[in-house]
């Protein structure tokens, strides 16, 4: 029984690990210092350092992209001339 909840316990902390770098990755940060330290508490600690990335992520330090691409400005069409 206590093999089971180990590898239980495992998978939600190796799916919570994948989820915290997919969102890291998508994540635009307001300081490159800041970006490095939860990149490296995310990598070398993975349970503690995800926990620690959303909680900061919900304090406001670090917000979402929301480019979706260059020409993205209304009107601003590459194929139209005029």
Sequence with gaps: MQNILFQIFIGIS???WIWTLMDFYESK??????KVVCFLMILLLPLI?????????????I?????????????NHSFSKK
């Design 14 to 16: 190796i799916a919570l």
């Design 29 to 34: 940060f307001k300081n490159s210092k800041f």
């Design 49 to 61: 350092g995800s926990i620690f990335y959303f909680q900061l992520k919900k304090n406001d330090n």
């Design 63 to 75: 917000s979402f992209k929301k480019e979706v691409g260059h020409n993205s400005k209304k009107g």
